[in-house]
């Protein structure tokens, strides 16, 4: 079949008509108007060779008039990939010769770089793209453009957006012309720019009804000719929107705060770790006294935070007790939503503020005793925290008379957390305490940046312990340097993995931190003792250090030695102007040294009980593997617990459901922007700040670790893959421990997200190098290569 009529085009079609040819068939026949037309099928396109007589027959059908010519590709116009101008369209084409040359050139435009970067971008098989094109009747609008059924710009579901211009719509997707912008919100508005109040109008039930039809918000083409006739000329989905909140029944609208981005994740969770995470992170605020209900928006991890804003007592200290974690960026939304008189207080607070005031009672006791003996024997508080995490450890192993999947079930439903959380809980929450105190003791009195200093170089940090013990490795490689350097970060893991590389002691690294990985919070992410490549290529980095005091042991004792010079030294001046604040603070600061660098011990003994349910979550999967329920083992971190039961029980065959999940994981992994906060209509509520005064070649941050560098830029997305020189400025979107490898050489730090007291600024101060957290877009604003002054004081980068 190599000519059908767009009429007979249907959704299940795409393989051999394209997407955009599918999306017209649609819309004829739910009966919109849509410009009469045919398809040149895929199948052609495979033939290479254009069926003239096939497509003269249907042209003459068409009255052999002027028509459009426009690509219809089979990775066109889907959920998550528009190709929105990547390939060609050809208008007002009159007469055999120019259609068939029209064709020939949509076919050609499959293959151009523009479009392959973005096939690349969107890891879509190069070889598995097939063009249809598709041929309309030509329509001369006297005003045309683009409606968005959902506005583009915030998220906002209960707005559309529209901007059109006289004449060809080709003036408004292609940025050629200055548009008509409008925002459709319910309201009644005056007849302005091109379109009137029943143009208007017109749309939005239009675009409401191919919403309705499609099942998702619609980025709609549309003309309307000298008779004021609409046409509609395509519709596809809208692949730049945030997932939608889940829904309620509650009349108000909620808000949701970004969680992930604390652990240093804006990547999506997997089914299974995310049911996980959520009930740790649900009684790790349990704990502390919070009730807030943890949601799986777009994989990733949002807390509801709306009856502490709508509480009357929880509001007042909200946005401050967000500073130690989540950072200035979401202080910033969260003050934003505090001041919507939507979210004012409701009288008498909600039924469960109340309950979160009674829970905050009841934990204060527990609080204030383990706080105040970390901070009175800091010593004794970071031994029996080690303590308790070796117990962790040892008790996180399981049984050795597992033998069934049952079995092996059966151990990860009844596991316990044990009674150690308050031994390693409450020095952390000491430490966080000590080091966020002082800075409003002595304001007036110290600027951030020195407060900043007293805390680099940092004891008793196992992250710091990590790294520094890689890169002893890295300094015993000896005779195998030159293979580190030279072969692939890849194929070095490999051969370790095979058993045929030579010992340089990563076995015994593995053995003490194999249970770390990038995102390791997340169940379903191998640790690097099953892919070590990222260890592999931090290897590789540090054997670039040629200079030994740019080493990170150097680097870190140099910044222990300046904080404690820095700590005399700010401690007698506060003690001269401020005697009684120079002396607490003084007391907070040192407390602060021996304790804020167990931060990290938290997380680290909590990947132990994690490893050990991976484990044996891929046991049951190979088991299941076995039986033809799931394609390979890890298709497990996909199901849930109960999805796992029934297959394990009842023979469930899961296979389908995973396939689907995968797919949009493997969508939201490609996914560069996450909110930081939403609305329950889906607005990204950073979107709709006041925007920040700009200054030429500045970008503004929030300096967390002092000094100030110039170097060259290295945007960073995978640091399974990074190749770092020294003196490189590491660009990235967000943190987490499974990255800190790459900060023993780079110069400075820029991060679009965090928070002072998070994973990577810490880090950062401990080994000395400028940190800039909070840079919004950074790692599409700057890009690798460029020369870039980070000033961590300030809080700015200068790209030169």
Not at 122 to 149: E, K, N, S
Not at 308 to 332: C, E, H, N, T, Y
Not at 350 to 361: D, E, K, M, P, V
Not at 463 to 476: E, K, P, S, V
């Given at each position: ?204 039930t239009t675009g409401e009804r191919l919403q309705d039809h499609f099942g998702c918000p619609q980025d709609v083409e549309w003309a309307i000719d000298a008779d004021d006739v ?193 031994a390693i809980m409450w020095p952390i929450v000491a430490g966080m305490l000590a080091a966020a105190l002082p800075a409003a003791l002595l304001k007036g009195v110290a600027g ?57 002691g990563m076995t015994a690294f593995l053995d003490a931190y194999g249970h770390r990985g990038v995102a390791e919070v997340d169940l379903g992410v191998p640790r690097w003792a ?271």
């Open positions: 079949m190599h000519v059908i009529a767009l009429s007979e085009a249907t959704a299940d079609m795409i393989n051999l008509v394209g997407g955009k040819a599918a999306g017209l068939g649609e819309m004829i026949r739910h009966g919109e108007r849509v410009p009469a037309g045919f398809c040149v099928t895929t199948e052609a396109h495979r033939l290479g060779v254009v069926p003239t007589a096939e497509v003269v027959a249907a042209y003459e059908r068409l009255g052999a008039g002027p028509v459009a010519v426009r690509s219809s590709a089979t990775a066109e116009d889907l959920p998550d990939a528009s190709f929105a101008g990547q390939q060609d369209t050809v208008l007002n084409v009159t007469g055999t010769a120019e259609l068939i040359a029209a064709i020939e050139k949509c076919w050609d435009s499959l293959h151009t770089d523009r479009a392959t970067a973005y096939r690349d971008a969107r890891q879509i098989d190069h070889q598995a793209v097939r063009m249809a094109v598709v041929v309309q009747r030509m329509i001369t609008p006297t005003v045309a453009g683009v409606l968005f059924t959902a506005n583009p710009l915030t998220g906002r579901r209960d707005e559309m957006a529209i901007d059109a211009a006289p004449g060809l719509g080709t003036t408004v997707v292609d940025g050629a012309a200055t548009v008509d912008h409008y925002v459709l919100d319910g309201m009644t508005r005056n007849d302005t720019g091109c379109l009137t109040s029943t143009h208007l109008a017109r749309l939005r609409l046409w509609l000329l395509q519709s596809r989905p809208i692949t730049s929107l945030f997932p939608l909140p889940p829904a309620t029944d509650k009349p108000l609208p909620r808000v949701y705060l970004e969680f992930g981005h604390v652990q240093g994740m804006l990547q999506p969770v997997t089914p299974m770790g995310m049911a996980t995470l959520r009930a740790q992170i649900t009684a790790m605020l349990a704990a502390l006294g919070v009730r807030v209900e943890i949601v799986d928006i777009g994989g990733r991890l949002y807390g509801d935070l709306t009856d502490l804003a709508r509480s009357r007592s929880s509001r007042r200290r909200l946005i401050k007790l967000m500073a130690v974690d989540f950072g200035p960026r979401a202080q910033a939304v969260m003050q934003h939503v505090l001041e919507d008189p939507r979210f004012a207080p409701t009288s008498g607070g909600t039924g469960r503020g109340a309950a979160q005031g009674a829970a905050s009672l009841r934990t204060a006791g527990r609080a204030v005793v383990g706080i105040v003996r970390a901070l009175a024997r800091p010593e004794t508080a970071r031994i029996r925290m080690f303590e308790a995490i070796e117990q962790m450890r040892v008790r996180s192993a399981a049984p050795d008379d597992l033998r069934t999947a049952a079995d092996r079930l059966r151990f990860l439903q009844a596991r316990d957390a044990g009674d150690s959380a308050d951030p940046d020195e407060i900043h200093a007293v805390l680099g170089g940092m004891p008793h940090n196992v992250t710091i312990d990590m790294d520094l013990t890689l890169w002893r490795l890295a300094q015993g490689a000896g005779d195998h340097r030159q293979l580190l350097l030279d072969t692939p970060p890849d194929e070095v893991a490999a051969r370790y993995l095979r058993g045929t590389l030579p010992d340089i099953e892919d070590p490549t990222p260890v592999f290529a931090a290897l590789a980095n540090y054997l670039r250090v040629t200079d030994p005091r740019q080493g990170p042991d150097q680097r870190f004792q140099r910044a222990a030695a300046a904080a404690e010079t820095a700590l005399e030294e700010l401690v007698t001046r506060t003690r001269r102007r401020r005697p009684v604040r120079g002396r607490f603070a003084g007391f907070l600061l040192r407390r602060a040294r021996s304790l804020a660098g167990l931060r990290e011990a938290g997380k680290f003994a909590g990947l132990y009980p994690l490893r050990e349910t991976r484990r044996q979550l891929l046991l049951i999967g190979a088991d299941l593997t076995g039986l033809g329920l799931l394609e390979q083992p890890d298709d497990i971190m996909f199901l849930t617990l109960d999805e796992v039961h029934t297959a394990v029980h009842q023979n469930v065959d899961h296979r389908g459901v995973v396939t689907s999940r995968r797919a949009v994981h493997r969508r939201e992994l490609r996914r560069r922007s996450v909110p930081v906060a939403l609305l329950s209509d889906g607005t990204d509520v950073e979107t709709v700040l006041p925007a920040a005064p700009a200054n030429d070649g500045t970008l503004v941050g929030v300096g967390a670790s002092a000094g100030r560098v110039t170097g060259p830029a290295r945007v960073v997305h995978d640091p399974a893959t990074a190749h770092i020189e020294p003196g490189d400025v590491l660009v990235v979107a967000t943190t987490d421990p499974g990255w800190t490898p790459l900060f023993l050489t780079a110069a400075a730090l820029i991060s679009e997200t965090g928070a002072i007291m998070a994973h990577g600024p810490t880090v950062a101060r401990e080994y000395g190098i400028p940190a800039v957290i909070c840079v919004p877009d950074a790692t599409r604003t700057i890009s690798t290569g460029q020369l870039v002054t980070v000033d961590g004081g300030a809080g700015t980068i200068t790209v030169h």
